[in-house]
């Protein structure tokens, strides 16, 4: 119905002018919050002025609650303090980004974010949880964290050094990951330069 009625009101020329127009009318005169109704340039057309409740529009619709996702991700130590990293796949969500090795993000409730779900043995210890909210779902990660000495990278990870972490191309999702574990990990370092 309204792309008909823009149809309708669509000048044959200029038409990129009458969107602009439209925007700016929108953004600076006809606000959801006190709408300028003595200053629009279309207020004879407007059936919310005259039903005395522009404010009543536009009606918003109640917000639907986002899918939920759980999933697992281990912060693993070395002993110099460099965390094992991997790339994840290019396609898809966060495609060819970095991440902390976990497990898959899926809406099961049960089981699948214990330390039990690791890649590798080691004495992981729960280190909290973070929730992090996409624009389809809302995830929650248990998060586990393991000092392993100088453990070998396995095949597609590396070790970052902790004073590199901040410069990987880490996702916010996964920096909260890592501060769960190591508060201020992801953080860059402060310079010391001494002035003369």
């Not at 918003?60 to 796949?89: N, W």
């Amino acid at each position: 119905q309204i792309r008909a009625f823009v149809a309708g009101a669509l000048p044959a020329e200029r038409p990129g002018d009458f969107a602009q127009g439209t925007m700016d009318l929108g953004a600076t005169i006809c606000t959801p919050r006190r709408p300028a109704c003595a200053l629009c340039p279309v207020n004879d057309n407007c059936l919310a002025l005259k039903q005395g409740d522009p404010e009543h529009y536009p009606v918003k619709t109640a917000k639907v609650a986002k899918p939920r996702r759980k999933g697992a991700a281990f912060v693993a130590v070395r002993a110099d303090g460099a965390i094992l990293l991997r790339k994840r796949i290019d396609s898809g969500l966060l495609g060819g980004m970095t991440e902390l090795p976990g497990t898959a993000w899926t809406a099961r409730i049960d089981g699948g974010t214990g330390a039990d779900s690791a890649p590798f043995a080691a004495a992981w210890r729960p280190a909290g949880s973070i929730r992090h909210v996409f624009t389809h779902f809302e995830l929650e990660i248990s998060v586990h964290a393991a000092t392993v000495g100088d453990l070998a990278a396995p095949a597609g990870h590396w070790w970052s050094k902790a004073e590199f972490i901040h410069s990987e191309a880490l996702p916010t999702v996964m920096k909260k990951v890592i501060e769960a574990a190591i508060p201020g990990a992801t953080k860059k370092p402060s310079s010391s330069r001494s002035k003369p």
